[in-house]
């Protein structure tokens, strides 16, 4: 299994709510990351969780909040969002052993209104 | 500041044309260099990677690059395009000993038939 998996796929929320994305990957790597990707731009780094540990806070607002459960769950908690935070959500996972090849998930499409 | 550029943001080639793609990295310590091409609908996937030794590496499906550490490059080459490589392709520079990863503003491929 190759595989990271985000969920949902698409997600539409107002400004009030308060959402949680997910992403899974049973590959044993012990990194995972989280990148915000908006249109027609790179892809920018949010979060990395090192064996479980934040390892990375790339000066993300404190409306989004990550969790890593376990070593092979990541959650982004997201609250009191706003409208320039739509983008597409990407998880992405890696062994942590120095060979730092990441592998994507297909991202979770947000659009807050 | 760590960046990283891709100059060409738009490519159209006939099939069978040879493609270059450009890519240049602004930092002094060491590096390791990946190419990620994200097929229409389909999640970002690892194309080839450098890490130390040969600067010629080859990837998947005929690519591949070159790193020319005094022009702090990373070229992405292939002879012969296809229809299939439509595409957009990510130059990415990980900071070694970290989980950083800085990806490239993306050129977005197109091959006609």
């Known amino acids: 299994d190759t595989e990271v998996t985000q969920t949902p796929k698409h997600l539409v929320m107002g400004m009030t709510n308060k959402k949680s994305l997910k992403c899974e990957q049973h590959m044993g790597h012990r990194a995972m990351y989280w990148y915000k990707q908006k249109a027609k731009k790179p892809p920018e780094l949010m979060f990395v969780?090192?064996?479980?540990?934040?390892?990375i806070n790339e000066s993300v607002p404190s409306r989004f909040s990550p969790e890593c459960p376990n070593s092979s769950l990541l959650n982004l908690h997201l609250h009191a969002l706003q409208p320039e935070d739509s983008a597409l959500y990407l998880c992405?996972?890696?062994?942590?052993?120095?060979?730092?090849?990441?592998?994507f998930g297909s991202g979770t499409q947000l659009s807050v209104l | 500041a760590q960046s990283v550029s891709q100059h060409n943001h738009h490519v159209i080639l006939s099939e069978a044309a040879s493609l270059e793609l450009g890519c240049n990295y602004s930092y002094g310590g060491t590096v390791n260099l990946f190419w990620y091409v994200q097929y229409p609908g389909q999640h970002l996937q690892l194309l080839l990677k450098?890490?130390?030794?040969?600067?010629l590496v080859k990837g998947i499906k005929g690519f591949e690059a070159e790193f020319i550490k005094s022009k702090f490059s990373f070229n992405l080459r292939k002879p012969s395009v296809q229809w299939s490589d439509t595409a957009e392709y990510f130059c990415?520079?990980?900071?070694?000993?970290?989980?950083?990863?800085?990806f490239g503003t993306g050129t977005r491929l197109k091959v006609l038939a």
């Open positions: 990415a520079v990980h900071f070694s000993g970290t989980y950083k990863y800085i």
């Open positions: 992405a996972s890696s062994q942590a052993t120095g060979d730092e090849k990441l592998f």
């Open positions: 450098y890490f130390s030794g040969d600067p």
């Open positions: 969780y090192s064996y479980e540990k934040l390892s």
